[in-house]
């Protein structure tokens, strides 16, 4: 990979390659790790958890995973992520709250759809599932693209049957806009990305599984690149471009549903300062940093982070 390319994905937040591989990581007892506590498949009902596909109106099938009763939480991951990654918040949170891990459309073991691949449509299914599963008024948890798909499910629906919001490592924007100071991706180097997702998207997910980590490990590492390998490289393509032109800085301040933003202080990916911007723009916004994690501090701090998100959820009901 250039030199170039390199030191614009130190500050670049989409990872993409192509597998169609399920993952099965053996960690050896004295290696430290932050795999999360249940990866694969024959282990998804262990502790109440269920797995399903459903079928939406719109005719694509979406993969969710489940966990728990009451309040739902829905986590929303990133672009070419799936919910394996918040697999500690899946065991870690169902005793109080229902946990809903759903993997985007072409996404982790969501069907292969080539077609609807933008912030806005991914909304939309959101939507859709919320109706097949029969959620209401819940906490939606936006990761990094993740939390554009929350700003626009906001924008396109409204916010009284939201209940409250998180926004986790993501700044408004990641386009260079001209006096904006927290995105760095300008034309020039979208088109790079596009054409390393294109010719050698795995270098790109090994060099983002460092990246995501403040202190990466070769067990983590080879976990997140299987799971983010799943997306097909032509959705890697179009949803980087679509998440990338996208800027969610004027409807901050229109946000009127409690809000937590929570960032990691390793700036690898994501600057922190992008994170207290956030906050003084969401109306009584709460925000909190995570001082041993770079993007994935629910990977990185699991215990703090649901304490975190579990003391936010108990301070709004």
Not at 63 to 75: D, L, Q, S, W
Not at 191 to 219: G, I, K, S, W, Y
Not at 237 to 248: A, F, G, M, P
Request: glycine letters at 6%; proline letters at 6%; hydrophobic letters at 45%.
């Amino acid at each position: 990979m250039q030199l170039a390319l390199r030191a614009r994905l130190c500050r670049f937040s989409l990872i993409g390659c192509f597998a169609h591989t399920i993952v099965k990581v053996v960690v050896e007892e004295d290696t430290p790790s932050i795999v999360p506590s249940v990866l694969t498949e024959q282990m998804v009902n262990i502790g109440g958890e269920q797995m399903a596909h459903h079928k939406l109106p719109s005719g694509v099938t979406l993969h969710i995973e489940e966990a728990g009763t009451g309040r739902p939480i829905v986590f929303i991951p990133g672009v070419m992520m799936n919910g394996q990654f918040f697999r500690n918040q899946l065991t870690g949170l169902s005793d109080e709250f229902w946990v809903v891990l759903p993997d985007m459309r072409a996404h982790g073991q969501s069907e292969k759809v080539l077609s609807g691949h933008t912030v806005a449509n991914y909304a939309h299914d959101l939507r859709e599932l919320f109706s097949v599963m029969s959620i209401e008024r819940p906490i939606l948890v936006g990761w990094s693209m993740g939390a554009m798909v929350l700003y626009d499910y906001l924008k396109q629906f409204g916010q009284d049957d939201v209940a409250g919001i998180i926004i986790v490592d993501q700044p408004p924007s990641d386009f260079a806009w001209e006096g904006y100071p927290f995105g760095l991706i300008t034309v020039e180097s979208l088109a790079e990305f596009v054409e390393a997702l294109q010719m050698d998207q795995r270098a790109v997910a090994e060099e983002f599984a460092n990246l995501m980590q403040h202190a990466p490990q070769h067990q983590t590492n080879a976990w997140m690149i299987e799971e983010i390998c799943r997306v097909p490289a032509a959705v890697a393509s179009t949803i980087l471009v679509n998440q990338t032109l996208r800027d969610d800085r004027s409807f901050l301040p229109q946000i009127d549903v409690p809000a937590l933003v929570l960032f990691g202080r390793d700036a690898k990916m994501t600057s922190p300062d992008a994170g207290q911007f956030i906050a003084n723009k969401i109306p009584n916004a709460q925000f909190h940093i995570f001082e041993h994690s770079s993007h994935v501090p629910f990977l990185e701090e699991p215990e703090a982070f649901n304490r975190t998100v579990r003391e936010f959820i108990v301070s709004i009901e």
